[in-house]
């Protein structure tokens, strides 16, 4: 069922350095790593700062996609991949359909609040409560 809800999707092959997404713009898709490496950074890369990970069978570009609000993060193309680009669309009258992928969907993004609360903003509020008690 899956194999035929995505079948005229795109599959993209991305090279090293290949911007995806970009912060504060449109994104109407919503994408799939097959292989290589992505990373999205949530500073700037040009300074230096690091990326986080996404991997195979990691999917990105759904917040943007879901909510209708711009991109919040650069994402970049570290290692050669194949991405799979599933329009808006897709998403919705196909996949949404199959309780499966809308379980794993939520799973996804359950996932990456309890990460991004264990790096971003709990730690950053602690430790300038540190500072001011100190």
């Known amino acids: 069922m899956v194999i035929a809800a995505i079948g005229d999707s795109e599959v ?79 998403f919705w009258n196909q996949l949404m359909a199959l309780p499966g992928v809308a379980r794993n969907l939520l799973a996804v993004l359950a996932e990456r609040m309890r990460r991004k609360r264990q790096t971003g903003l709990i730690p950053f509020v602690r430790g300038l409560l540190r500072t001011k008690a100190g």
Do not use: M, W
């Open 12 to 90: 993209l092959l991305l090279h090293p350095g290949t911007i995806l997404l970009q912060p504060g713009a449109a994104n109407y898709a919503i994408f799939i790593v097959l292989s290589g490496q992505l990373g999205a950074y949530l500073g700037d890369p040009n300074q230096g700062d690091t990326f986080i990970p996404i991997n195979p069978g990691e999917c990105l570009g759904e917040l943007s996609a879901i909510d209708g609000k711009p991109v919040s993060a650069l994402v970049k193309v570290i290692a050669e991949a194949r991405v799979l680009r599933l329009t808006q669309e897709t």
